[in-house]
């Protein structure tokens, strides 16, 4: 058998699989549409999906690339949990930041204590800033 025979195959297959290997490819840049966006809940589960594929072909390095690359958004995320933390918020919101960011995926996740710790910094931060008089501006713990 021929190399452009075999070279032609290949390209068939992968021609059948276009779909399958567009949405993989694109998983970092939904991330972060996700992320500026603010679809947690949408980030979190697309990470999950990236690492699950990761797992199960560990043998792809694009695979494991794109994996890092979504992995690498969660970051914004957390810190987009914590500045929301730091500003004026009703109890569900910040109960829902709190739900958002115990589900972090591990490096970026926090132990109970962590995330505590950083719930009551934030919160304190917001309502120092909100009693300083105007002009007065805080910083993020």
């Not at 699989?17 to 679809?39: A, I, K, W, Y």
């Amino acid at each position: 058998m021929s190399s452009g025979a075999a070279s032609q195959r290949r390209n068939s297959a992968l021609l059948e699989q276009h779909t399958s290997v567009l949405e993989v490819l694109e998983q970092p840049q939904l991330m972060d549409t996700c992320v500026r966006n603010g679809l947690f809940d949408e980030a979190l589960e697309l990470e999950s999906a990236a690492r699950a594929r990761a797992l199960l072909h560990a043998d792809v390095p694009i695979i494991r690339r794109v994996s890092d690359e979504v992995s690498a958004h969660v970051e914004g995320l957390r810190g987009q949990l914590l500045s929301q933390l730091c500003g004026q918020l009703h109890l569900p919101e910040a109960l829902r930041c709190v739900g958002y960011l115990r589900r972090l995926p591990p490096p970026h996740g926090m132990n109970e204590v962590e995330l505590r710790s950083s719930f009551l910094r934030n919160r304190t931060l917001h309502f120092h800033q909100a009693r300083a008089p105007a002009g007065a501006g805080g910083r993020r713990w």
